[in-house]
């Protein structure tokens, strides 16, 4: 893996090997979470379907059927108090054309045109154009109710985080969305290709210099002075909320969310992740074999480290009527952790089992590619390798240690209150 | 032993098709410069198997989910049960069930022979009691509660419910609550006892691997049996479907839709040049790059959700329409619209060959991973190929065999819009 500046907090990962039959390329771009979070997810998904040069969908469809099937991807993701756009292709590797064609690199071109050749006339979007991703965006957000997982899992952290920037939905409120118009959205573009963090994270045979020349040659006009991005890590003892809602539906669902004595990203970040594994991670952990082996209560039941922002969630599928004693139970199981009540046997399956997955994330191209992508606000960037050494330097007073600090904050409850039909 | 290698110039790949002498059906695709591997132990056994064969040759019913049941079951044994021995080497291990099959699989980038000892063994040793079936019966209710929720899965079996008399593909893969509860130990053993012979299985690996480790595992841990086939029976199906319009409450935001078209043929199964055609011909019809995608999408009729899948399996085969719309009528009318004006006017052949090269591309995609290979052998070998047919299919498949497909399929009188409406 090598790096390189392009420009000012702009930054140019290339893994080279050909070992992979595509060229996988992100492109993340990071913004704090704020109240114009809206005008900004809009962009990666009207920037997916055109550019300047292919400004009908329709065609632009057909120059990536050309290309081999070449796919683009568009997301929003949310990591710490940071919003990222994320951009994704996929294209063959260039061994593989069947003409001798230059696909990746036309490709990779292609898709920084959408990026900084968008259809404009230089102080807005057509109207059209917006009118008509408004209409998608505002689905996307609706439509997250439909993965009740999903949906309760996005209630539960509004609830806990509603006075920090945490809580704020990485693709904003509906209300945001139709409000913006095309001049709003234009001086959103132009405020992340300004003033956000970026970094181009490619997986291919491909050689990076030319790659790097087509990057710097797209950033060479543009006035940088990148913001700062900071989250804030709230520790000390939490004072616990209850919240619930009610829908009609057959299964309830329980999220805890926790709080840590995290003070950054990477303060006791392996242990905490031992940790938070052995307490709900694979099937050696106390969540899965407590909770769903030995009690029935669930299908599913596991906790999830958001290192970014300090916080552990635990999710559950359960009856309304279990859900006192599923919630006494993962409180139980959470302070047999913290008083160091596992055996060195679970101890040891959760070192070999997470670095065991970490080491396997280097044979897929989008693994390897989150994987840098992920650590976009760093400065300097871990190699699965490296994070694996840490991991296999945690001993069991370290996770003891992390596992005092996880503090019970919020918990939400969507309850099915069974009028659902048959 | 016989060895064979199996070859494609094209994309410089090649795997191993191995006769075991145990019975079983190996392949191997050895990846030199991948750290991990990918095996999965798969058995022809899935969903709309619900009935069995018994030794005069007449079939008796099984409860439905009960291939479901057993995969959950298998894991278990008398003493540590496989997801305990597969923490203590590391890996990643799961298992799933389809509409028709049934795999036991583990990843992992250290102990490979070891995780392959175990999953032959677990796989190989049934271990059910009557306690730990009713334990199992609470999970199982949850994640079928769980997936009374997901309006995509609603949507889909509301549709094949409503598309199929008799095809046990109209059954939920996991059961329903009433047909878990009549499974017993005895069920699970007499399933096993028929369906997991190892005549009727496969193991294909990926990976970090050598064909010399993977027979020395297989040497190991199979132990020779009896040749046989588990045998599915042909289930008569009338050409009509039940109805043509279902829909349900949910809590959904926009409605979301399936619009299907059953298919009538004399074989049970379709042939991969036949799956390769419909889905050009599927692409031209709806696909992005689309005139009837385009129209949808300026109609403000569908959103990124809308696309096509060719359903297909032993006795049954569909094209299926999904997405979210606020009108899903008038996307279906939308679709018929569509048909109707490709039967007058037939394929465009610049959007052929766009087509055939996307789908080329599309398919040299999808040899990366470690996982989809070794699934995509499971897949292959249970239809009768190998992974690189389609390779070569891809290449025959002309304009004449699209229209000729096309007087098969999407037939608007065997047509189904099933809806998940807001409630």
Known sequence: ???????????????????????????????????????????????????????????????????????????????????????????????????????????????????????????????????????????????????????????????????????????????????????????????????????????????????????????????????EIETQFITGLPKPEYVTESMPLKQGKLVMGFRTGMRNEDDMMPAMRVAVDIFGGGTYSKLFSVVREKMSLCYYCSAGLFNSKGVVMVQSGIEDANEEKAKNEIVNQLSLTANGEFTDTDFASSIKSLTDTILSSSDTPEEICSWYASQILRDKMKSPEEFVDEIRKVDRDDVVRAAKTIMLDTVFMLKSNGEAEE | MNIKEIKNELINERYFDIDHPSGLKILVMPKENYSSSYAIFATKYGSIDTMIQMKDGSFKEIPEGTAHFLEHKLFESEDLDAFERFAKTGASANAYTSFDRTGYLFSCSANFKKNLEILLDFVQNPYFTQATVEKEQGIIGQEIDMYKDAPDWEVMFNCLR?????????????????????????????????????????????????????????????????????????????????????????????????????????????????????????????????????????????????????????????????????????????????????????????????????????????????????????????????????????????????????????????SVLSVIKPN
Request: charged letters at 30%.
């Open chain 1, 1 to 227: 893996m090598t790096t390189q500046n392009i420009a000012e907090a702009v930054r140019f990962c290339s893994v080279k090997t050909d070992k992979f039959k595509t060229c996988r390329v992100n492109v993340s771009m990071a913004m704090p979470l704020d109240k114009a979070v809206s005008s900004r997810a809009i962009l990666p998904f009207m920037f997916q379907r055109r550019c300047a040069k292919y400004p009908d969908f329709t065609s632009f469809s057909r120059v990536l059927d050309e290309l081999y099937g070449a796919s683009v991807s568009a997301g929003v993701l949310k990591r710490g108090e940071a919003q990222i756009l994320s951009f994704g292709l996929t294209a063959i590797d260039d061994r593989f054309a069947l003409d001798g064609d230059k696909v990746a690199l036309e490709c990779m071109e292609l898709l920084l045109n959408m990026i900084f050749e968008p259809i404009t006339d230089g102080e807005s979007f057509p109207a059209d154009i917006i009118e008509q991703e408004k209409r998608l965006l505002t689905e996307v957000i609706m439509n997250e109710q439909n993965d009740k997982r999903r949906y309760a899992m996005l209630k539960c952290e509004e609830a806990m985080f509603a006075d920090e920037a945490y809580g704020i939905n990485r693709f904003g409120t509906v209300e945001e969305v139709n409000a913006l118009t095309p001049e709003s959205v234009y001086a959103a573009w132009r405020d992340v290709l300004e003033r956000s963090t970026v970094q181009i994270t490619m997986v291919s045979s491909m050689s990076p210099e030319p790659v790097a020349q087509l990057i710097e040659s797209k950033f060479s006009n543009i006035d940088r002075h990148p913001v």
């Open chain 2, 162 to 414: 409503t598309m199929y008399h008799n095809l046990p593909v109209r059954v939920d893969i996991a059961g329903t609550q009433e047909s878990i509860a009549k499974i017993s130990a005895e069920t699970l053993y007499g399933c096993y006892d028929n369906f997991y012979n190892l005549h009727n299985m496969v193991l294909a690996v990926a990976g970090n691997v050598s064909v010399d480790e993977v027979i020395e595992a297989a040497d190991k841990m199979l132990k020779p049996v009896d040749g046989k086939m588990a045998q599915r029976k042909v289930i008569e199906e009338p050409k009509e479907v039940i109805d043509s319009y279902v829909e349900e409450m949910l809590s959904v935001a926009t409605p979301q839709f399936m619009f299907g078209f059953k298919e009538s043929w004399d074989t049970p199964e379709r042939t991969a040049k036949e799956e390769v055609t419909m889905e050009i011909l599927l692409d031209m019809l709806s696909g992005p790059s689309s005139e009837l995608y385009r129209r949808l999408f300026d109609e403000k009729l569908i959103n990124n959700s809308f696309g096509f899948e060719y359903f297909t399996g032993f006795g049954y085969s569909c094209v299926l329409f999904a997405g979210e719309s606020a009108d899903p009528r008038r996307v279906a009318d939308e679709i018929v619209e569509e048909i109707r004006s490709f039967r007058k006017n037939g394929f465009d052949a610049a959007a052929f060959e766009r087509t055939k090269k996307k789908l080329y591309g599309r398919m040299i995609m999808g040899m990366n991973d470690v996982d989809g290979i070794a699934n995509n052998m499971v897949v292959s070998y249970f239809a009768g190929e190998d992974i690189f047919t389609d390779f070569e299919i891809y290449k025959t498949v002309t304009l004449d065999d699209i229209a000729e497909l096309f007087e098969k399929t999407l037939d608007e009188r065997y």
